[in-house]
């Protein structure tokens, strides 16, 4: 792999453990609104679409007040993840000091994705925020269109860094290296090592010392 000159970032999973809080919000706005239950399985199934998608595969009746509801709660809930992961805020530190340019592409909605990034602290490091959009995956359009505002910088010279196979397969439309990120608990290790990501850690440190070294 060549020398990296740009970095292009994931959220849920990849840099705060926001999963969790996001099927949480799902069910507490979803479940009142359909009077039954939904599995954590039903709620990942319509993942790839931003929130909105979800609300509309799972509520699509009640679409306004789902989603105006999800926020809510998404808000009032996220102490559940007060913070990134351990070693995230020294790494996005160290690539700001390199000035290196930095960005994210998420599949969360933009309000959600801004809120995180708010009570995390970190939104001053992103220099684009590329979010998903209602009608289904959107990565590789995103990420293009961050590949877009690096000037003189080649796609290999890029690298993504994300938790889902679906990542993998964005970066591979693009051709962009991909760095699998599997140190959340909700990672599938097994899933993106058979994928055959460029890399893959385990953990924040050992990714950032890797990435010192390519800087």
């Not at 799902?26 to 709620?43: A, H, N, Q, T």
């Not at 979800?54 to 999800?70: E, F, H, Q, R, S």
């Not at 969360?108 to 289904?136: C, D, H, Q, W």
């Amino acid at each position: 792999m060549k020398n990296i000159k740009a970095v292009i970032f994931d959220l849920d999973g990849t840099l705060a453990n926001t999963l969790p809080l996001c099927i949480s919000a799902f069910r507490k706005s979803i479940e009142p609104l359909i009077s039954r239950e939904v599995s954590d399985e039903e709620i990942i199934a319509t993942f790839g679409p931003s929130e909105e998608g979800t609300i509309m595969a799972l509520a699509p009746n009640d679409y306004d007040k789902g989603v105006a509801d999800y926020l809510s709660h998404y808000e009032t809930l996220h102490e559940m993840c007060p913070a990134p992961f351990g070693g995230v805020i020294e790494l996005l530190e160290l690539l700001k000091n390199k000035g290196i340019p930095t960005a994210m592409v998420t599949g969360k909605g933009r309000n959600s994705a801004v809120m995180s990034l708010e009570r995390f602290g970190i939104s001053k490091y992103f220099e684009v925020l590329e979010t998903g959009i209602p009608e289904g995956p959107s990565k590789p359009k995103g990420i293009q269109a961050v590949l877009n505002t690096f000037t003189g910088v080649a796609n290999e010279e890029v690298i993504y860094v994300g938790d889902a196979p679906s990542d993998i397969t964005a970066c591979r439309q693009v051709g962009v290296p991909i760095i699998a990120a599997a140190w959340a608990e909700t990672a599938e290790p097994e899933k993106l090592i058979a994928m055959h990501p460029d890399e893959l850690f385990y953990d924040v440190p050992s990714f950032a010392k890797w990435l010192e070294a390519k800087i």
